[in-house]
């Protein structure tokens, strides 16, 4: 039972931590609650219903197309949207109004386009999945835990090693310090968009194949992924893996001990605790107030 | 004619909403998206101790202003300790909560089945129930939490509000406890809420979790944000915008379906073509200002 | 002649940069004192430090013998000393008045009881208008008065920055270079009312980049860089300073 639960926690979490870490980058370089994240999420998983079931295009195909154009949509609202708010000088406040919106307005479009009812990308019926130790897990689930395990590590050598990636850590770290060495922090944020939206898509896609999918998965899906930011501390690669974990871990838990409906409650209730004790997280770095 | 009264009743308890949500959001500058779930607390207190406790209108409905004050000052004042994109954050957690007991904890709510019959408030002898009735009711109150909204912004209380908006340092630096007036407003905030959550209540006279959820909070901050921050006049002008052109796409035979989806879609749309152009709002002065 | 303000082995550590080391100083009663040293060699940390903006990592402040490093900023400012800042902060689009009416403590109508139920509100706001207005006057803004804050010039602004001081009813003002960016008329003008503040009784520390005033107008001077005092003494010592001298030519 209880490696079910573990086996469990860990699906769901590494779900979870992916969005963390899509959002994460995104929080790192712009330094707002791009709350758009969660639609563009969303869309990840409609478009590849969208090319597979509607227009039955070869599954790899549409894969690989849903991932890149829901890449281009995060950089879209960037370039669309939030870079010419932050050139009038807009505050975090009103960038994260700006994303709100946004996330509505692309939310209801695919409810609209798509209708509100349970969708899919499960061809067949539900497997009944491998019994491994005495706990069930399915194909697509350990899928689900590798490719998460490897876009964590591959985003980490990204970010460690190449040289995107140390531009994108140097603006993460000081944007006035890294415009002085000349770094171009405009294309920075691009790259993040994209390979953040990309995490998100991905994301959306594996779940979509394991359970099902409706409009509002990707405001949930951007909840659990906030929380997770905020538990594992902003700015960290391994604190969003983490957070996700936990995150996934007490829902887990919480489903098992008390009624599966209380699992948003208590989600967001471990989120209030740590923001009011530990709003750095585990390995967060400290979030600078104003400047004097 | 009483569809228009409909509509008016609902803009005077949206009055209530937006004029709250303003003191909260647009003079003190805290964005929070938990509005809706004081109005629910306001709702459900009023609904409950009239079913289970049969005590008069005006009893319940302080009850509900009451917890709603209380839960509101829980939730700010550990949370303004923080930087305020970390408020918005405890502030949808705190709606996402509500909402989730307001669903979940059957035995007290009823959860998604709603709280049917609910009695509706007698003064004097005479039961408010008829749509002319309750528009004097409703605006009634929506006069009162208008003025004394108006008497807060224009005292030296209001003054100091716009400076914590404006520039909270330069507030600190002469004095101002800031901390303490965020949270002061955040209370009266919410009890305000809670009073539109009582009038909604009483009206409608069935009330379910649905009418309480994070989307709904959103919607109310788009009136704030589109009639104005920072003006008690924009909050009247959004919500009698924001409710009556959703009812005339409705009237002009939108298929309900499509228009909820449309209703939002427009609302998102105008949030941000206003934080591009207008971030200030129709009526408002002030545009959320760099610290 | 007492102290009034007093800082004790001051440290503030940023990433590693030690931004104030080991700094220790003293402000008598009744003195201008002027701060003064390179760029970014901690001046601003240190009045941030003193207001309670910035916590530090060692040390102690003490205003009138008290120990004020825990208290928050606007306790602080309650206790007395009114600052100004490097980068001009006002409130731009509010009238002249009421930024200054802003500064004025103890007003019942702040409070929510007294917003309602104040019935000396309107006496005291009255009362508090006159008062606002001589001290507009005091730094030649009483024309000015009905105007909003973003309408006067940078130096106007200066002065009115220096007049919501006078409200607070500061006995100790911390001017982060109130002359910086202001014409040689303004300058004098500033200078002048620093003179008079000092006359009413006032304690005056600020930091200042211009050389020339500092020497002018200072009782003492203190010099910092890169976070350590390296001077303390009268104007006519310091301008001798070999270190002085080293540091600015540095």
Known sequence: MLLQILVNSLIIGSIYGLVALGFGLIYGTTRFFHFAHGAVYTCGAYLTFLFTVWFKFPLFFSLVLSIILTSFLGILIEVGIYRPLRKREATSLVLLIASLGIFIVIQNIVSLVFGDDTKTLRSGVVKEGINIFGARITPIQIAIILVSLGLFVITSLILAKTKTGKTIRAVANDPELAIIHGIDTNKVILYTFGIGSALAAIAAILISFDVDMVPSMGFFALMMGVVAVIIGGVGSIPGAALGGLLLGLAQNLGVWKIHSKWQDAIAFGILLLFLLFRPYGFFGKKVKKVQI | MNYLFHILILIFIYIIISVSLNLISGYAGLISVAHAAFYGIGAYVVALLALNIGSGFIVNMICGMLLAGILGAIIAIPSLRIHDDYFVIATFGFQIIVFSILNNWVTLTKGPLGIPGIPQPIILGISISSHVQFLIFTGFFALLTFLFARRLVNSPFGRVLKAIREDEIFAEALGKNVTKYKILVFVIGASMAAVAGSLYAWYITFIDPTSFTVQESIFMLSIVIIGGTGNLWGSVLGAALLITIPEALRFLGMPSAIAANTRQILYGTLLVIFMLYRPQGLLGEFAFRRK | ?250
Do not use: W
């Not at chain 3, 409070?111 to 208008?129: A, C, D, M, S």
């Open chain 3, 1 to 250: 002649m007492s102290v009034v303000l007093e800082g004790k082995k001051l440290y503030k550590n940023f990433d590693g940069i030690k931004a104030v080391d080991d700094f220790s100083f003293s402000i008598e009663e009744n003195r201008i004192v002027s701060l003064i040293g390179p760029n970014g060699s901690g001046k601003t940390t240190l009045f941030n430090i003193i207001t309670g903006f910035l916590e530090p990592d060692g040390g102690e402040v003490l205003f009138k013998g008290k120990p004020v490093l825990d208290e928050p900023p606007h306790k602080i400012a309650n206790l007395g000393i009114g600052r100004t800042f490097q980068n001009l902060r006002l409130l731009q689009k509010v009238s002249v008045l009421d930024n200054v009416l802003l500064a004025f403590k103890n007003q019942s109508g702040e409070k929510l009881f007294g917003v309602y139920f104040g019935l000396k509100n309107r006496n005291e706001q009255g009362k508090n208008k006159e008062k606002a207005l001589s001290f507009l006057e005091f730094v030649g803004l009483s024309e000015k008065a009905e105007d909003l804050a973003e309408n006067l010039s940078y130096g106007q602004q200066k002065l009115l920055t220096l007049a919501c001081c006078l409200a607070m009813d500061a006995e100790l003002l911390l001017l982060d270079e109130p002359v910086a960016g202001l014409s040689p008329v303004m300058i004098g003008k500033m200078f002048g009312m620093i003179k008079d503040l000092q006359k009413q009784g006032k304690t005056i520390f600020f930091i200042e980049h211009n050389l020339k005033v500092v020497m002018e107008i200072s009782d003492k001077v203190i010099v910092i860089d890169e976070g350590k005092k390296i001077a303390e003494g009268e104007p006519s010592i310091i301008k001798e300073d070999s270190k002085v001298i080293e540091a600015y030519l540095d």
